[in-house]
């Protein structure tokens, strides 16, 4: 069964704070994984998007990485801000279907000044 | 980035009650799906919109519950049927450019609230 497993549940850091958010999955065959941000009350928005030759991307101060043969990810972000506060989520796609997405629970991050 | 717009963006509603979703894309969006999200919870598919022709529902999920239609390539919508309180969620419209590369957009969702 496709699973994809995220830590910490949520994790509450002070401004200005790197922290480090993970991602382990068992979906296969694997085709690309996306992190998102989801701010409360809003859709969520995507952060990087990688595929099984990618093992970091940059967007600004998020940074992910990926490991395919450990199958795990990570989210960094740096010099945290008041914004960032919001819920991560990782999802993973098996090869040649976008729709049929596993979708991590989130990591909710809370920045406090 | 493609662009999804959802209305309403959120409703309050009585049981038994239903209640339909729009959702417009732009002309990049080749797939549209529809997600539900419960509160604290990740997201689940409800189901892939075709064009054109009957959704295809996930497990747990069925057309008399959830009709949805998409007349056209950048537009469909959910109707949520006979509504109850466990029906109280967050509904996000989703569309992908191209099948294989897995991005999805998402619209900005329409919480609904069923008293």
């Known amino acids: 069964k496709n699973q994809v497993e995220q830590s910490p549940q949520s994790l509450i850091i002070l401004e200005g704070k790197n922290c480090t958010l993970q991602?382990?999955?068992?979906?296969?065959?694997?085709?690309?994984l996306r992190w998102y941000k989801q701010d409360t009350g809003r859709g969520p928005v995507s952060l990087t998007i990688m595929t099984f030759s990618e093992n970091t991307k940059s967007n600004g101060r998020y940074t992910a990485t990926l490991d395919a043969d450990t199958k795990q990810s990570s989210l960094h972000i740096t010099a945290s801000q008041l914004s960032d506060s919001a819920s991560y989520i990782c999802?993973?796609?098996?090869?040649?279907?976008?729709?049929?997405?596993?979708f991590g629970d989130g990591t909710t991050l809370t920045v406090k000044p | 980035s493609a662009v999804i717009s959802q209305k309403p963006s959120r409703d309050i509603c009585q049981r038994g009650t239903s209640l339909t979703i729009q959702c417009q894309v732009d002309?990049?969006?080749?797939?549209m799906f529809w997600y539900r999200q419960q509160p604290g919870q990740s997201l689940t598919l409800i189901a892939t919109a075709n064009q054109g022709s009957e959704a295809t529902y996930e497990s747990g999920f069925v057309i008399d519950k959830f009709p949805i239609s998409r007349p056209n390539l950048t537009f469909s919508t959910l109707t949520v049927s006979n509504m109850s309180p466990e029906d109280s969620s967050i509904y996000l419209c989703s569309g992908a450019v191209t099948a294989n590369t897995g991005e999805l957009f998402f619209g900005e969702g329409s919480r609904l609230t069923v008293l």
């Open positions: 002309s990049q969006v080749t797939m």
């Open positions: 999802v993973v796609s098996a090869l040649a279907n976008a729709g049929k997405s596993t």
């Open positions: 991602c382990n999955y068992t979906v296969s065959p694997f085709s690309n």
